[in-house]
């Protein structure tokens, strides 16, 4: 099955400076690329995703960039703030597991003011 | 904005009780899915659902585990004989193609 790895496990930034969060994955069937946000007690809130056909995709300060070659992908928030402090999940998933999500382990990012 | 309501929101239950944890997806989607998170820990797919079966389940979801789409509208899982193992965060998911939304969550406590 589909294993994802993910690094760092915790990144401490100073506000307004960028933070990148890099996952690998080992299955080539894998087509989707999401990115989740989890704050402390609430569920995994999507943030921004990407699909094989695409190598790079922008939201504001949340980039995400995919090498489909080298099979990894990763997660770039700039100018940080506050209440990007989380912990941030890489994932992926195809089609042919109804798209079922394997997760990296996590991020703990914390953005110091 | 649709989303996804999980209840309830914290369970405490005894050893060897059953538990149901309810979920109610986001109305036009048509793939379900329940993931548990154990504490500190990655979170880990359980079983998905589509078309009113089960499309894959992991190892983790046995035979002491259920899921149902009864009415509809709603999805649950039912663990039949809750072991101390079982306690963690479970979240329900729901998704039209790939784009999975989650829940906020129901934490189980086995006692």
Known sequence: ?113 | EPEVTQTPSHQVTQMGQEVILRCVPISNHLYFYWYRQILGQKVEFLVSFYNNEISEKSEIFDDQFSVERPDGSNFTLKIRSTKLEDSAMYFCASAYTDTQYFGPGTRLTVL
């Not at chain 1, 994802?4 to 307004?16: A, F, I, K, R, W």
């Not at chain 1, 089609?95 to 997760?103: E, M, T, V």
């Open chain 1, 1 to 113: 099955g589909e294993n994802v790895e993910q690094h760092p496990s915790t990144l401490s930034v100073q506000e307004g400076d960028s933070a990148v969060i890099k996952c690998t994955y080992s299955d080539s069937a894998s087509n989707y690329f999401p990115w989740y946000k989890q704050e402390l007690g609430k569920g995994p809130q999507l943030i921004i995703d990407i699909r094989s056909n695409v190598g790079e995709k922008k939201d504001q300060r949340i980039a995400v960039t995919l090498n489909k070659t080298a099979k990894h992908f990763s997660l770039h928030i700039t100018e940080t703030q506050p209440e990007d402090s989380a912990v941030y999940f890489c994932a992926a998933s195809t089609y042919s597991n109804d798209y079922k999500l394997s997760f990296g382990a996590g991020t703990t990012v914390t953005v110091r003011a």
